[in-house]
């Protein structure tokens, strides 16, 4: 006999209602730890505060879902600029995909062919263009 699994109203109500970011939840520690100890400016220790003490819920009228999602955004282009042209980057849809594997690899301390060997090598990557220090 197979087991049904029964969702209520209420049980797809809260489901569909429910913002918490499962993919800031995966990496904003892992981005938070790679930055830990490094000298930073005012502004940037107050965008690492607002992700520390973020609780992983997307609000309109909170930082840390922007900057989390900035951030995000800016490091496929950081760690492939040197290697696709532009051009061919356009076409690279899926990059982030390849991005969240490489940051789970380099948070594991596994090498890859972009230079994330550690998480001690993410600092290089956030602060050339992320949200640490933009320079777009």
């Not at 499962?22 to 938070?32: D, G, N, R, S, Y």
């Not at 790679?34 to 690492?48: D, H, Q």
């Not at 991005?99 to 594991?108: H, I, M």
Request: aromatic share 6%; hydrophobic share 45%; charged share 35%.
């Amino acid at each position: 006999m197979k087991a049904k699994i029964i969702f209520t109203i209420e049980d797809m109500k809260k489901l569909q209602m429910d913002q918490t970011n499962l993919w800031a939840k995966e990496f904003v520690p892992v981005l938070v730890q790679a930055v830990a100890g490094k000298p930073l400016s005012k502004i940037e220790r107050k965008a690492l505060d607002e992700l520390r003490n973020w609780d992983y819920v997307d609000r309109k009228d909170d930082a840390a879902p922007l900057i989390f999602h900035l951030w995000m955004k800016e490091i496929p282009k950081v760690l492939f600029r040197k290697d696709i042209p532009p051009q061919v980057d356009k076409l690279f849809e899926e990059k982030q995909i390849v991005v969240d594997e490489l940051l789970r690899r380099a948070a594991k301390g596994d090498v890859s062919p972009h230079g994330l060997r550690k998480t001690a090598d993410l600092p290089v990557c956030l602060r050339q263009r992320c949200i640490m220090s933009p320079t777009s």
